[in-house]
T-cell receptor, first 113, second 112 residues
Framework: AQSVTQLGSHVSVSEGALVLLRCNYSSSVPPYLFWYVQYPNQGLQLLLKYTSAATLVKGINGFEAEFKKSETSFHLTKPSAHMSDAAEYFC???????????FGTGTQLKVEL | DGGITQSPKYLFRKEGQNVTLSCEQNLNHDAMYWYRQDPGQGLRLIYYSQIVNDFQKGDIAEGYSVSREKKESFPLTVTSAQKNPTAFYLCATGTEQTSEAFFGQGTRLTVV
């Protein structure tokens, strides 16, 4: 069984500040981990994914995430927030045998001037 | 243009009516999925199909039905048995090789 917990349903940062969105996972098998972004009334777009290669994963739009097995975490970071980063972010986990994803409940990121 | 097409984008229905949401893909992906999204609850899996003429229930299949007669198409029917059908519905595709899901733009269903 797999599950994902996203800490903080709403996060607010100032433009130019560090973005940190938290994700902890539970998996009975080595996990594949994903971060997706969703803009209002649109589908989800993949930001980055971890598939058991390098533990530090770089994605699109300057985002990156680090897989920490000891902490069962896969937190998403960006050094400097931009207004265009305001969106909802979802962490997801799947087992390596297939891609039936289990999603977290999402974190709404607000970027303020 | 390659991708996943969900139609319509907005759909209104009266309570007690069945309604079918369309999902078509030209990515040649074997797997297709339907998720339901409600505020604060993330995405919940309704049904998925990994091969033509076969599909499995997800976590919240009650009140929904699907078919997979063609690789390209995976329509979802929201039946009158679904107690709270108003939601945003997302279709996705995937392959074993990529282990990620690709999403359509969604259909927002409102039942009045």
């Amino acid at each position: 069984a797999q599950s994902v917990t996203q800490l903080g349903s709403h996060v607010s940062v100032s433009e130019g500040a560090l973005v940190l969105l938290r994700c902890n996972y539970s998996s009975s098998v080595p996990p594949y981990l994903f971060w997706y972004v969703q803009y209002p009334n649109q589908g989800l777009q993949l930001l980055l994914k971890y598939t058991s290669a390098a533990t530090l994963v770089k994605g699109i739009n300057g985002f990156e995430a680090e897989f920490k097995k000891s902490e069962t975490s896969f937190h998403l970071t960006k050094p400097s927030a931009h207004m265009s980063d305001a969106a909802e972010y979802f962490c997801a986990v799947s087992g390596p045998a297939g891609n039936k994803l289990t999603f977290g409940t999402g974190t709404q990121l607000k970027v303020e001037l | 243009d390659g991708g996943i097409t969900q139609s319509p984008k907005y759909l209104f229905r009266k309570e007690g009516q069945n309604v079918t949401l369309s999902c078509e893909q030209n990515l040649n992906h074997d797997a297709m999925y339907w998720y339901r999204q409600d505020p604060g609850q993330g995405l919940r899996l309704i049904y998925y199909s990994q091969i033509v003429n076969d599909f499995q229930k997800g976590d919240i299949a009650e009140g929904y039905s699907v078919s997979r007669e063609k690789k390209e198409s995976f329509p979802l029917t929201v039946t009158s048995a679904q107690k709270n059908p108003t939601a945003f519905y997302l279709c996705a595709t995937g392959t074993e090789q990529t282990s990620e899901a690709f999403f359509g733009q969604g259909t927002r269903l409102t039942v009045v």
